[in-house]
Structure formats: structure tokens, C-alpha cells
């Protein structure tokens, strides 16, 4: 599907300033009617996948607009997010064939959206969080981890709360926390809000694990108690060590 690069900057122009909303596909509907046009003529052809890459706009994202938009006329009450949610992961539940194949092209090209890459993402968080556990182990700490603590009726916890605090670079660590991303000024603002002072409320001071490293003037709130570290700290202090 070519497009000239008047059409392009229109259709561009058009998505950026408009919210995406059920109301606002009405009218890029009317305006753009590519996508039905395109699969009419070959419904096997990623045309959701090509609008969108012409577009500029994460495919897992088109699909999801165009998804709602289908079932939003074929169902007789609005589809709820979980169903939404539940073809995403499963296109074969859409029960327009030609549809479930253009929303699978689109979640399987996308790398930074949807549930194929909420999967990968999950997979490396699981995988570090075992890493934290063996290197906890290794060091004979006493700790209690997520699903103990929520066994316990706690319903926010971090990774690990340790039995017996121990000393970092002259911190107190009560609870360790593991997030296998890199810690930039948004995501790290939102974790403080959202969960790290939650611990810290709760449990006392702790220590933030970024596995893929910080914005270094973001570890600014250690004499608040919250400590960030790029890696498993080798400077631990124990009460053993402090009694001797």
C-alpha cells in the first residue's frame, strides 16, 4: 500500500491530535477507510501492520483500537477489557478470521508494546528476581520473599524483606527490592510513588536493585532510606560481622 507523502503527513497529523478513543476511530474512520479497503482486496496481506508502521504507531496499539472498534459493533454491550486483553494474547478467540490474522501480524512485530513483549518482560523480571534470591542465599541471609509475605495478608511487599537488617555502604536494608529495567527519571518517579515508599513506609529503609542502571542523580533519597545500586552489593554488613 503507497501512499504519497501528503497523505502520509495528513494521516499522521490526524492520529497525533486526537486521543485514541472510540469516538476519535469514528473519525478517522470516515477520513481513512484504508484498512477495510485493504484487507477486501487481500485478506491475508499485514495492511493493519503496514498503517501502522506508515503511521508511526505501535502495532500492538492499532490492533488493540481496531480490535475494540470491531467488537464495539458486532456486540451488543461494550467489550470489556479483559476480553479485549484476552484476544490480544489469543487472536484466535476473534471471531473474524481475516481480523485475528491482522491483529497476530501486529502483536508479533511489535517490540516494544503488547503481550508478546509483556511476556519477555516478565521472563527477564523472574529471572533476576531468582538471581536476587540465589545471591541472598549464597550470603546466608534470612529473608522472606513476595509470595510469603502476601501469605501473610501484606498486599503491596517488595521482593525481599530481610529477616535480620543488614548494612550497605552504611545504610540499614530492611527489604530489597529487584527491577531487571534500566531506572530512568519517569519510571523511577513513578516506582518511589507507587511502591517504593510504600515499603518504606511499611518496612523501614530499603534497597532498589536496577540491573540495567540509574540516572546516577536519581540516588538522591538515601538518607530518606532508599538506596539504589546497579548490582548485588558486595559490601554487606551483617549483625555477625558488627558483633565482632
Excluded at 75 to 80: C, G, H, K, L
Excluded at 186 to 214: E, K, M, T
Aim: glycine share 6%.
Amino acid at each position: 500500500m503507497i501512499l504519497t507523502k501528503a497523505q502520509y503527513d495528513e494521516i499522521a497529523q490526524c492520529l497525533v491530535s486526537v486521543p485514541p478513543t472510540r469516538q476519535s476511530l469514528r473519525k478517522l474512520k470516515q477520513r481513512f477507510p484504508r484498512y477495510l479497503n485493504g484487507v477486501g482486496r487481500n485478506g491475508a496481506a499485514p495492511v493493519l501492520l503496514e498503517l501502522a508502521n506508515e503511521v508511526d504507531y505501535a502495532p500492538s496499539l492499532m490492533a488493540r483500537i481496531i480490535l475494540e472498534r470491531f467488537l464495539q459493533e458486532h456486540e451488543e454491550t461494550p467489550p470489556s477489557k479483559s476480553v479485549i486483553n484476552s484476544m490480544l494474547r489469543d487472536p484466535s478467540q476473534i471471531p473474524d478470521g481475516v481480523l485475528a490474522n491482522q491483529v497476530y501480524q501486529c502483536i508479533v512485530n511489535d517490540c516494544c508494546y503488547g503481550p508478546l513483549v509483556d511476556c519477555i518482560k516478565h521472563a527477564i523480571g523472574h529471572e533476576h528476581e531468582v538471581l536476587l534470591r540465589d545471591l541472598l542465599l549464597e550470603k546466608s541471609l534470612s529473608f522472606l520473599d513476595e509470595d510469603q509475605l502476601r501469605a501473610k495478608g501484606y498486599d503491596k511487599t517488595p521482593d525481599f524483606i530481610l529477616q535480620v537488617p543488614v548494612a550497605v555502604e552504611g545504610h540499614i536494608i530492611h527489604w530489597i527490592e529487584s527491577k531487571a529495567s534500566f531506572g530512568d527519571e519517569c519510571s523511577h518517579h513513578a516506582y518511589l510513588h507507587d511502591q517504593f515508599w510504600s515499603y518504606w513506609n511499611r518496612f523501614g529503609p530499603g534497597l532498589v536493585i536496577y540491573w540495567y542502571g540509574f540516572i546516577q542523580e536519581l540516588d538522591c533519597n538515601r538518607e530518606r532510606g532508599i538506596l539504589l545500586k546497579a548490582c548485588f552489593p558486595t559490601d554487606i554488613v551483617t549483625l555477625c560481622h558488627s558483633l565482632a
